[in-house]
């Protein structure tokens, strides 16, 4: 099945710092997103991104469909980033999202 | 809207107990999941459904079963529950576009 490797595994930053997430996924994909478990274990989505870039705030992603990749950017980092990062895709024969392990980030004031 | 719904938040089970996790989704979504977390890893799919009626097994559906005769509800029974079940249990669903919306979980203790 598609396989879908997270880096780095930990992240630790101080406030105000900017950071870049990878993903990598070795198959085509139907659906890519982005989640934050912040530290009470809740899923937040930030972005359905299986293409192109997206800005919200502080956080951007950037899906390569071509490169099997994607990126998450935060800038101004700030404690409430803080939590575990995940990416997580479709496959293209697939209807559930396969996750990636997650990145763990601490941003410390 | 609540969204996706999920009671209860947190159990304790003896081993050999039994229990039904709830969920419910007021979105009129057609889809709907149940995944698993362990401890630091990511979620892995238990039991999905695409409308009423319609069950499909995931990556790890050993011990649970499902049901759907609502679209808005997606119960997950354990029968005999193990130590191995102990987990955080998340359910999502989705419209027929392809974005999946999580609830706040369900913490499982097995002992």
């Known amino acids: 099945g598609i396989q879908v490797e997270q880096s780095p595994p930990d992240l630790i930053l101080q406030e105000g710092a900017n950071s870049t997430l990878r993903c990598n996924f070795s198959?085509?994909?139907?659906?890519l997103q982005w989640f934050h478990q912040n530290p009470w274990g809740q899923l937040i989505n930030l972005f359905y991104?299986?293409?192109g870039t997206k800005q919200n705030g502080r956080l951007s992603a950037t899906t390569v469909a071509t490169e099997r990749y994607s990126l998450l950017y935060i800038s101004s980092s700030q404690t409430t980033d803080s939590g575990v990062y995940f990416c997580?895709?479709?496959?293209?024969?697939?209807?559930?999202?396969?996750f990636g392990k997650g990145t763990t980030l601490s941003v410390s004031s | 809207n609540a969204g996706v719904t999920q009671t209860p938040k947190f159990r304790i089970l003896k081993i050999g107990q039994s229990m039904t996790l709830q969920c419910t989704q007021d979105?009129?979504?057609?889809?709907m999941y149940w995944y698993r977390q362990d401890p630091g890893m990511g979620l892995k799919l238990i039991y999905y459904?695409?409308?009423?009626?319609?069950?499909d097994k995931g990556e790890v559906p050993n011990g649970y079963n499902v049901s759907r005769s609502t679209t808005e509800d997606f119960p997950l029974r354990l029968e005999l529950a193990a130590p191995s079940q102990t987990s955080v249990y998340f359910c999502?669903?989705?419209?027929?576009?392809?974005?999946?919306?999580f609830g706040p979980g369900t913490r499982l203790t097995v002992t």
């Open positions: 999502a669903s989705r419209p027929r576009g392809p974005e999946q919306y």
């Open positions: 198959d085509s994909v139907n659906n």
């Open positions: 991104i299986p293409s």
């Open positions: 997580a895709v479709v496959p293209q024969a697939g209807t559930a999202l396969i």
């Open positions: 979105m009129n979504h057609n889809y």
């Open positions: 459904s695409v409308g009423a009626g319609i069950t």
